[in-house]
Each structure stands twice: as structure tokens, then as C-alpha cells.
């Protein structure tokens, strides 16, 4: 069993969340632990906030667990080893296939009316989606710009694609 899943299983039998099971899969190079619920809106909450903070919470403990484990003293946030995702009845596989869609669509706008497109501010994940899906996409590249919360992508149209 994958530790971030017996920590998962410990946070919400000590929330006392209702759940039916917790898969996990491959995307990406990401593992992805999903909760499966009959009654999601709880696990989720509003705008994905309960959700994300589950998400926080086990990286927090697996962190503090390997520091107790190697008996390091950190000065510095420790890196999760491996990077995984919490979601709850695919909402944020959801959101994220509908980020990477308005992203491709954005850029096509970019490339059709040959000007830069400017992304409402979002998260420092939601950006590397964007960043990640447009990659390599032709005649555009992406920056970020901006600070804090009003940090966005920036899509820019390049006549070359090697620009």
C-alpha cells in the first residue's frame, strides 16, 4: 500500500468522512489517490477548498513522518518525494482536463488573431498545467506574470515556432 494512502485512510477515518474506497492510478508521471463518495460536496467543499486542504494536510504528515524517519532537522519546506494528487469522484481530473482544454483553445485564439492572450490569475499548479499543455504547441509560448494572487499566464503568439 502506498503510504500516502494508509495516511489518507487515517485523516478520514479521524474526520469521520464517508467514503467507499480510495484508487490509485498513474497520470503522468503523478500518482492520483481517489476518494470515491457518495456524498462528494463534503469532501470537496466549496470551490475545491476542503479538498485542496486534505490534499495539504497528507503531504504535511508524510513530510513530518519522513523528517521523524531520518531525524533531520528542517530549516526549509522538505520535498515530497514523489508527487500525488488527492481527488475526490474526479473533480479535480475534471477541472484539470478543463484547464489544459481552455489552454489549447486560448492558444488557438492567440495563433488566429496573431496576439497575445491573457489567462485570468490562477494557482502556481493550475499555471504549470498550462505551461506544461502548451509546451509544444506551434507559434506560441507561455510566460507567467504578475504577483500573488493576480500572478496569470500570459499566451503569446511568436511567428516562428522556434522562438
Do not use: C, W
Not at 474526520?15 to 492510478?25: D, L, R, V
Amino acid at each position: 500500500m502506498h503510504e500516502a494512502e494508509s495516511v489518507l485512510k487515517e485523516l478520514l477515518a479521524a474526520a469521520g468522512a464517508q467514503y467507499s474506497g480510495i484508487s490509485e492510478a498513474e497520470v503522468a508521471g503523478q500518482t492520483v489517490l481517489t476518494i470515491a463518495a457518495e456524498d462528494a460536496k463534503l469532501l470537496i467543499g466549496a470551490h475545491g477548498d476542503t479538498i485542496h486542504a486534505i490534499d495539504f494536510l497528507v503531504k504535511k504528515i508524510l513530510e513530518q513522518k519522513r523528517l521523524a524517519r531520518t531525524g533531520e532537522i528542517a530549516e526549509a519546506p522538505m520535498a515530497v518525494e514523489e508527487h500525488f494528487l488527492i481527488d475526490v469522484n474526479d473533480y479535480r481530473a475534471r477541472q484539470i482536463r478543463d484547464l489544459q482544454s481552455k489552454a489549447l483553445m486560448m492558444a488557438e485564439r492567440a495563433r488566429s488573431f496573431q496576439y497575445d492572450v491573457e489567462l485570468s490569475p490562477m494557482s502556481a499548479y493550475e499555471r504549470l498545467i498550462v505551461h506544461t499543455t502548451l509546451q509544444d504547441a506551434p507559434n506560441v509560448k507561455t510566460e507567467s506574470q504578475g504577483e500573488g494572487r493576480n500572478r496569470r499566464v500570459v499566451i503569446r503568439y511568436t511567428a516562428n515556432a522556434t522562438e
